[in-house]
T-cell receptor
Framework: GENVEQHPSTLSVQEGDSAVIKCTYSDSASNYFPWYKQELGKGPQLIIDIRSNVGEKKDQRIAVTLNKTAKHFSLHITETQPEDSAVYFCAARSTGGFKTIFGAGTRLFVKA | GAVVSQHPSRVICKSGTSVKIECRSLDFQATTMFWYRQFPKQSLMLMATSNEGSKATYEQGVEKDKFLINHASLTLSTLTVTSAHPEDSSFYIC???????????FGPGTRLTVT
């Protein structure tokens, strides 16, 4: 069945450094890849997304890259800040399908 | 982005009672809403898809008689946990697609504790 794998499960970086989270997906029909940030006790917040017709998208300190051939996509956070500490989920969705498949999550710690 | 609200944010109930959780899309209409369950330090598990004007679609292994879903209007879906037991204690989150229909916006979640 459809599956999204996410690595690493935990990531600790020093403030100001970059953080990279990687995901792979199994369904070749997937064409939409969102990333969510979830703070403790809150619902996930959509922070950036990318469609399959684009290889890269950037929004200030956050960027996402997509390699459709390899079925890989990654989240890049530059100049990390303590407030970036949270759990990040990648996800994938197929054309015409309502289901969004989520990765297992990455717990990011940014040390001041 | 679109705003989705949930009520209550936190509820404690006794074993055997029923609890209703509301999910509202505040600034957009949603013919479809999703209900997720999340255990501590785990990912989101889709429980069911709520459809306005028709029956909900449940994921495999989710008891439809235990988790009753009603999509009463284009802005409101409710999840009722019937005859709750301690193992039903969890974080329940709803979401709704907005914008182009691909973007999914989540509510703040409801923490259910069954004693």
């Amino acid at each position: 069945g459809e599956n999204v794998e996410q690595h690493p499960s935990t990531l600790s970086v020093q403030e100001g450094d970059s953080a990279v989270i990687k995901c792979t997906y199994s369904d070749s029909a997937s064409n939409y890849f969102p990333w969510y940030k979830q703070e403790l006790g809150k619902g996930p917040q959509l922070i950036i997304d990318i469609r399959s017709n684009v290889g890269e998208k950037k929004d200030q300190r956050i960027a996402v890259t997509l390699n459709k051939t390899a079925k890989h996509f990654s989240l890049h956070i530059t100049e990390t800040q303590p407030e970036d500490s949270a759990v990040y989920f990648c996800a994938a969705r197929s054309t015409g399908g309502f289901k969004t498949i989520f990765g297992a999550g990455t717990r990011l710690f940014v040390k001041a | 982005g679109a705003v989705v609200s949930q009520h209550p944010s936190r509820v404690i109930c006794k074993s055997g009672t029923s609890v209703k959780i509301e999910c509202r899309s505040l600034d957009f209409q949603a013919t479809t809403m999703f209900w997720y369950r999340q255990f501590p330090k785990q990912s989101l598990m889709l429980m069911a898809t709520s459809n306005e004007g028709s029956k909900a679609t449940y994921e495999q292994g989710v008891e439809k008689d235990k988790f009753l879903i009603n999509h009463a209007s284009l802005t409101l879906s409710t999840l009722t946990v019937t005859s709750a037991h301690p193992e039903d204690s969890s974080f329940y989150i709803c979401s709704a697609p907005a914008g182009t229909g691909y973007e999914q916006y989540f509510g703040p979640g409801t923490r259910l504790t069954v004693t």
